[in-house]
């Protein structure tokens, strides 16, 4: 026969502490991920790639289901001229979420670097398809199509991209060699012109290239600067 067993009267202080103790251990394993997260995003913006690998490996083994960390840790394994690892993390994203346009465009990106044209173009294309209005993508798919001797339809990219966004330096650059390589040097002169006077300063990389283009182009063509 069961008999009941007398624990005595309830101490409401204790309670109230383990039930603080309960919420604290409980909130804090709901924390770890979006902590690990975190830290991976502070790591990237501040360019330490191999930093924000290990946490996103740690957020994965917690939430093994998360696109935007497959897609992070990719893009990180990118920036690390990692391909491999890269396009496996952006193909896992997208195996997530087919509708990943960002994931697409990485990945089709690298795939251009790698001369594959095919699957670079079957993935840019998804992505455009997906967001229309993605000026970057237009750039990639652009530059990939000249790579290609496809100079019309990668002409035909980088005027959307400056459609959508006027400001997008990247096309003009791209549209500058494109008229380069037609020998219309005038024409390309203008252009590298524009990407130049749209590059902010501090951004030294690409304000150097921009220079030399115009320099490049303003001695075929028999001017000054």
């Not at 960002?102 to 001369?115: F, K």
């Not at 790579?147 to 339809?153: H, L, P, S, V, Y």
């Not at 304000?207 to 001695?219: C, G, M, R, T, Y």
Request: hydrophobic share 45%; with cysteine; proline share 3%.
């Amino acid at each position: 026969m069961w008999q009941r067993v007398k624990i005595g009267r309830r101490n409401p202080v204790l309670l109230l502490v383990l039930g603080c103790i309960l919420t604290l251990i409980i909130g804090g394993l709901l924390f770890v991920p979006e902590y690990l997260f975190q830290r991976a995003n502070e790591s990237a913006a501040n360019d330490a790639f191999e930093d924000a690998i290990p946490y996103l490996d740690l957020y994965l083994a917690l939430v093994p289901s998360s696109t935007r960390a497959y897609f992070n840790r990719g893009t990180a394994y990118l920036m690390l001229n990692d391909f491999e690892s890269a396009i496996s993390d952006l193909s896992k994203a997208i195996e997530i979420n087919p509708d990943y346009v960002a994931a697409y465009q990485n990945r089709g990106y690298i795939y251009g670097v790698l001369d594959e044209h095919v699957l670079a173009l079957a993935d840019l294309d998804r992505a455009v398809q997906l967001d229309p209005n993605n000026a970057v993508v237009y750039v990639i798919r652009g530059n990939i199509l000249a790579q290609m001797w496809k100079d019309t339809e990668a002409e035909s990219d980088m005027r959307r991209a400056i459609e959508i966004a006027p400001d997008n330096y990247d096309a003009y650059f791209a549209l500058s060699l494109i008229y380069r390589n037609r020998g219309d040097y005038q024409t390309a002169l203008e252009y590298a012109v524009m990407c130049l006077n749209l590059i902010d300063d501090q951004n030294t990389v690409d304000k150097q290239a921009a220079i030399e283009l115009v320099n490049e182009l303003e001695a075929l063509n028999g001017t000054d600067s």
